[in-house]
């Protein structure tokens, strides 16, 4: 993959840092989720509107990518990564993506709704599916503790993803975001899924997609008031909030003042009613044998044992870690007091990784065991599995304003790129 970035603009650095801090003062500033046009695929087009749509970027590898590549000469992954689907000796692929979404908005492969909506979007697959709502999110300040980041962004990714907003001028992928309302948006959503849908579409991993409008006043009206004193952690979309306020801030510097940046795609669920799961994001360690480790303070270690297939171990509860190389295991454990407030993946990063001397660049991160376990064959190391965290904990954290390690959390199932997306000069003020 290139290591190309473009540069961030010269705005104030405060920007990159997503979250509050405790000394913060809570205002009262609403969560809003506004209609918009939605800009989605031309079924007359696009005949099977499963083969343009793609895994979000970020849990996309070299091999899913060319796998999107090659289902669809219109796939979204053309234009939401074009660092690796460009040419390599272009010097602007965003240039390029701006310029595809162009042709195809001119081609009418994308078209966009002729009446702001909020959309109602539910997806999933036989064991677990999830719905909730698609609007253009009002943008809020950290200290207004509205919308709580979980985790810190990395400057190299928020460089790209404003490199791709500036260019493209488009949200082609939302944010997605959790709440506890209680079903309070249940009666206009229910109402909405009686309907036909606009999109109702299979995924090539299996996973089926349906998309419905909400152009109602009334049921417009209500949800605006069910979201107004609520509070949304963002579950998946960090860099890409960062983003969203990296452009507000980005115009205001340029004289501009109220316009489409002010608000972000983002899709709200409801935890309470169609809750997601949260899975762990494990590691990988290059150049590590299970011989090497050493017992970290505070924390003991078995000694290793061998292990057929590491896929089939028992999952890590709190208070344990699973390193493997993919022949033997060995464990470590540390007492969990009722006070501890300290995730697995706080340990790993302060207690873990220090005892080892492993830098950085060692460690890579992954969604699933199996995909954790091939990057430690391949690169001569280890992995290192875990648990993932409590959705409650997560929030208490947030509303603190304190941040969790990057790449903590694996919310889930994630929805799929392309359903439905937001540009900014179909905007109606």
């Given at each position: 993959?290139?290591?190309?970035?473009?540069?961030?603009?010269?705005?104030?650095?405060?920007?990159?840092?997503?979250?509050?801090?405790?000394?913060?003062?809570?205002?009262?500033?609403?969560?809003?989720?506004?209609?918009?046009?939605?800009?989605?695929?031309?079924?007359?087009?696009?005949?099977?509107?499963?083969?343009?749509?793609?895994?979000?970027?970020?849990?996309?590898?070299?091999?899913?990518?060319?796998?999107?590549?090659?289902?669809?000469?219109?796939?979204?992954?053309?234009?939401?990564?074009?660092?690796?689907?460009?040419?390599?000796?272009?010097?602007?692929?965003?240039?390029?993506?701006?310029?595809?979404?162009?042709?195809?908005?001119?081609?009418?492969?994308?078209?966009?709704?002729?009446?702001?909506?909020?959309?109602?979007?539910?997806?999933?697959?036989?064991?677990?599916?999830?719905?909730?709502?698609?609007?253009?999110?009002?943008?809020?300040?950290?200290?207004?503790?509205?919308?709580?980041?979980?985790?810190?962004?990395?400057?190299?990714?928020?460089?790209?993803?404003?490199?791709?907003?500036?260019?493209?001028?488009?949200?082609?992928?939302?944010?997605?975001?959790?709440?506890?309302?209680?079903?309070?948006?249940?009666?206009?959503?229910?109402?909405?899924?009686?309907?036909?849908?606009?999109?109702?579409?299979?995924?090539?991993?299996?996973?089926?997609?349906?998309?419905?409008?909400?152009?109602?006043?009334?049921?417009?009206?209500?949800?605006?008031?069910?979201?107004?004193?609520?509070?949304?952690?963002?579950?998946?979309?960090?860099?890409?909030?960062?983003?969203?306020?990296?452009?507000?801030?980005?115009?205001?510097?340029?004289?501009?003042?109220?316009?489409?940046?002010?608000?972000?795609?983002?899709?709200?669920?409801?935890?309470?009613?169609?809750?997601?799961?949260?899975?762990?994001?494990?590691?990988?360690?290059?150049?590590?044998?299970?011989?090497?480790?050493?017992?970290?303070?505070?924390?003991?270690?078995?000694?290793?044992?061998?292990?057929?297939?590491?896929?089939?171990?028992?999952?890590?509860?709190?208070?344990?870690?699973?390193?493997?190389?993919?022949?033997?295991?060995?464990?470590?454990?540390?007492?969990?007091?009722?006070?501890?407030?300290?995730?697995?993946?706080?340990?790993?990063?302060?207690?873990?990784?220090?005892?080892?001397?492993?830098?950085?660049?060692?460690?890579?991160?992954?969604?699933?065991?199996?995909?954790?376990?091939?990057?430690?064959?391949?690169?001569?190391?280890?992995?290192?599995?875990?648990?993932?965290?409590?959705?409650?904990?997560?929030?208490?954290?947030?509303?603190?304003?304190?941040m969790m390690p990057r790449k903590s959390t694996s919310f889930g199932p994630k929805p799929r790129m392309g359903i439905v997306m937001r540009h900014f000069d179909d905007e109606v003020s």
């Amino acid at each position: 993959m290139s290591a190309f970035f473009p540069r961030l603009p010269r705005v104030v650095p405060s920007t990159m840092h997503p979250g509050a801090t405790p000394s913060d003062p809570p205002t009262r500033r609403p969560l809003r989720l506004y209609p918009f046009r939605g800009m989605r695929y031309n079924p007359s087009v696009v005949k099977d509107l499963g083969s343009v749509t793609s895994m979000p970027y970020d849990v996309m590898d070299r091999t899913s990518v060319d796998e999107a590549l090659r289902a669809h000469p219109y796939n979204i992954v053309r234009l939401i990564l074009p660092r690796l689907v460009s040419d390599p000796n272009q010097a602007d692929p965003y240039a390029r993506a701006a310029n595809l979404l162009k042709r195809w908005r001119a081609k009418s492969v994308l078209v966009t709704d002729e009446t702001p909506s909020l959309y109602v979007y539910e997806y999933g697959d036989r064991a677990h599916s999830v719905c909730g709502l698609v609007g253009a999110l009002g943008l809020r300040p950290p200290k207004a503790r509205v919308i709580l980041p979980h985790e810190g962004v990395t400057r190299g990714i928020v460089a790209d993803r404003f490199a791709m907003l500036a260019s493209t001028r488009a949200n082609l992928e939302p944010i997605l975001l959790v709440y506890d309302g209680d079903g309070a948006t249940a009666e206009p959503v229910e109402a909405a899924r009686s309907g036909q849908p606009l999109v109702d579409v299979n995924g090539p991993d299996g996973t089926f997609h349906r998309l419905w409008a909400i152009t109602d006043a009334e049921r417009l009206v209500a949800i605006r008031r069910a979201l107004a004193r609520q509070q949304a952690l963002i579950a998946d979309g960090h860099h890409r909030y960062a983003t969203y306020r990296l452009m507000r801030q980005h115009r205001r510097h340029s004289g501009q003042l109220a316009g489409p940046w002010d608000r972000g795609l983002a899709l709200l669920i409801d935890q309470s009613h169609h809750p997601l799961t949260l899975g762990a994001i494990h590691r990988s360690i290059a150049d590590m044998t299970l011989s090497d480790l050493r017992s970290p303070p505070g924390l003991t270690m078995s000694d290793p044992y061998p292990v057929d297939d590491p896929t089939d171990l028992p999952p890590p509860r709190r208070g344990t870690m699973t390193v493997t190389d993919g022949r033997g295991v060995r464990r470590l454990t540390r007492p969990v007091d009722a006070g501890d407030e300290r995730d697995d993946i706080d340990i790993l990063n302060e207690v873990v990784l220090p005892a080892w001397s492993v830098a950085d660049s060692r460690v890579t991160f992954h969604h699933e065991v199996a995909q954790t376990l091939t990057s430690a064959q391949v690169d001569a190391g280890v992995a290192v599995l875990l648990a993932p965290p409590t959705v409650e904990h997560i929030m208490q954290l947030a509303r603190s304003g304190r941040m969790m390690p990057r790449k903590s959390t694996s919310f889930g199932p994630k929805p799929r790129m392309g359903i439905v997306m937001r540009h900014f000069d179909d905007e109606v003020s």
